[in-house]
């Protein structure tokens, strides 16, 4: 059974950094694009960032660029999120995906909240 399990969230003071991780079993994870998104209370599932395989081409959202850093290891089947300088907007459920052509998987999110 597929699964993607979201770890690294919690509570953090505005300025401060957290690391987000995404482990994904079940699937070969190389051949899959992974993302993050985010949704905060109240408002639409957003998308935040993607590296692609086998590329490793980045993006990002406009409200996170030059502050978060998508990155993968093949090795561990993991992809992380470190979000520095976070702000209290950065509040919210984020959601690992892994996508490729007509096939999407989601993890069940893990909780960020950063406090001013």
């Known amino acids: 059974q597929v699964q993607l399990v979201e770890s690294g969230g919690g509570l953090v003071q505005a300025g401060g950094s957290l690391r987000l991780a995404c482990v994904a079993s079940?699937?070969?994870?190389?051949?899959?694009?992974m993302s993050w998104y985010r949704q905060a209370p109240g408002k639409e599932r957003e998308f935040v960032a993607i590296?692609?395989?086998?590329?490793?081409?980045?993006n990002y959202a406009d409200s996170v660029q030059g502050r978060f850093t998508i990155s993968r290891d093949s090795a561990k089947n993991t992809v992380y999120l470190q979000m520095n300088s976070l702000k209290p907007e950065d509040t919210a459920v984020y959601y690992c995906?892994?996508?490729?052509?007509?096939?999407?998987?989601w993890g069940n999110g893990t909780l960020v909240t950063v406090s001013s």
């Open positions: 995906k892994a996508s490729r052509i007509g096939v999407n998987y």
């Open positions: 079940e699937f070969t994870f190389s051949s899959y694009h």
């Open positions: 590296i692609t395989s086998p590329t490793g081409f980045t």
